[in-house]
């Protein structure tokens, strides 16, 4: 039973990706058509939290890889370049939202790379999405087909439905965090969403067992029952975030939003447990050994509730309305008639220098002793002496950094500068 236990958790942290990072790709995607002056506003908001959202990914993909090596094996080499297109979208998202955020001229480019990221990382996941569903080519657990397989009219399907999603989830977010759009344009852009979301639900089902090589398993009646609960859930949801856009109370639209995407989830499960990858690979069939299990199952268990503790902090951290904060600009330095003194640079900084550079060096001679690199001494210097000596240079590198800093070597505060420049021009005077 613990390789259901995997599969649980498997499914549990691609669920909490897809609602949290979903609103972030939705707000990225979204801020494409914004105006510029919106643009910083949109980034700012997915900046408090996104990088603990994209966390659940690597989670879900460590349990994937531990628990169900026999279906990682197979899904992970017939995607591998809508994958490798995924990772490269999203450092290149967070490198556009950092920027946009910090840099001093330019940023309409920055959010246009937000942007954009965004939209392709969306795309690569549906995807993924497309060609798990319908089934990588393999025999005997072994993938047997080719490095374009995942581009099919079903993938593309499942890309242009993800995106839909993404997208109600962001204008929801929106409406609950933000006060730039009217209570009109919230429910006219949210609603219309919501009706492309709901279409290509209905055609990605239709379409599903033409596309999936596995028979749909809804011949049971506990199967069937729970399957038509989570669809009735869905519509439930979307009446209820149909009629929350453009109204108040703000977060309405988000939680319905978030409902629906879960009982998506919830349904394909249904129709699909106990097979992992069709046609025919079941979560018994892809499950590491018992002990292998055990270990990952009590592992993840524990690190779970600190990703959680630390997304709900975020979430309370920054509840409530985005306020754009006023940029109060730098006072202009007083004018000198002579140029400031440059004091020639201290003895301590050559010292600082040498000493991080020969930590840097031990450091890489111990790792390289471990390793035997030169042979034969791996057997007296073994993981205990890496540590201690890691240990050491680290406790050196802290504790002079800390002498250094008492004596003045790293000391730059701009109200010296000031100052000097103020009692330079009293003096002249």
């Known amino acids: ?14 669920g909490m990706y897809v609602v949290l990072d979903g609103y972030d790709l939705g707000v990225g995607m979204l801020s494409l058509v914004a105006r510029p002056e919106r643009r910083r506003e949109y980034g700012e908001i997915v900046a408090t939290a996104w ?4 966390s659940w990914i690597i989670l879900a993909g460590v349990v994937l890889w531990a628990g169900l090596p ?6 992970l080499p017939s995607v591998y370049l809508p994958l490798i297109g995924m990772l490269i979208a999203v450092i290149l998202r967070g490198l556009g939202l950092e920027m946009q955020s910090a840099a001093d001229g330019y940023r309409r480019g920055w959010a246009l790379l937000f942007g954009g990221a965004s939209l392709a990382a969306t795309v690569c ?3 993924v999405l497309g060609a798990v569903l319908t089934g990588p080519k393999q025999y005997d657990g072994v993938f047997r087909g080719g490095a374009f397989d995942w581009l099919g009219l079903y993938g593309v399907l ?5 995106v839909a999603v993404y997208l109600l989830a962001g204008a ?6 933000t006060e730039g759009w009217s209570r009109s344009v919230v429910r006219r852009t949210g609603r219309s969403l919501l009706v492309v979301t709901a279409v290509m639900a209905v055609v990605l089902g239709l379409l599903l067992p033409s596309a999936d090589p596995q028979q749909l398993q809804l011949g049971q009646s506990v199967r069937a029952v ?6 009735v859930a869905a519509v439930v949801a979307g009446a209820v975030a149909w009629h929350g856009f453009g109204r108040r109370p703000d977060w309405r639209p988000f939680a319905a939003v978030a409902t629906m995407t879960v009982c998506g989830l919830l349904g ?7 097979v992992v990858v069709p046609p025919g690979l079941t979560v018994h069939q892809a499950a590491s050994p018992h002990s292998s299990q055990l270990f990952l199952v009590l592992g993840v268990g524990l690190c779970m509730p600190f990703v959680l503790a630390y997304n709900v902090y975020a979430w309370r951290s920054f509840r409530g309305k985005y306020v754009d904060p006023v940029e109060r600009p730098i006072p202009p330095l007083p004018a000198r008639t002579h140029p400031l003194a440059v004091s020639p640079a201290p003895s301590g900084a050559l010292r600082t220098i040498v000493r991080r550079t020969l930590l840097v060096v031990l450091g890489i001679l111990a790792t390289a002793l471990s390793q035997d690199v030169f042979g034969g001494v791996a057997d007296w210097i073994g993981p205990v002496g890496v540590t201690v000596l890691g240990c050491t240079a680290l406790t050196a590198w802290i504790v002079g950094d800390r002498r250094d800093r008492r004596a003045g070597y790293f000391h730059a505060d701009i109200a010296d500068v000031t100052g000097s420049a103020g009692s330079g021009a009293e003096t002249t005077s």
């Open 268 to 274: 394909l499960t249904m129709v699909s447990v106990p």
């Open 51 to 54: 990088d603990a959202n994209e």
């Open 226 to 231: 729970l399957f038509w609960l989570t669809v």
């Open 1 to 14: 039973m613990l390789e259901y236990a995997s599969y649980a958790l498997v499914l549990f942290s691609l």
């Open 158 to 162: 499942c890309a242009l439905g993800l």
């Open 172 to 177: 929801a977010w929106l409406q609950d965090r």
């Open 70 to 75: 026999g279906a990682y094996a197979v899904i």
């Open 125 to 127: 996941q549906g995807l």
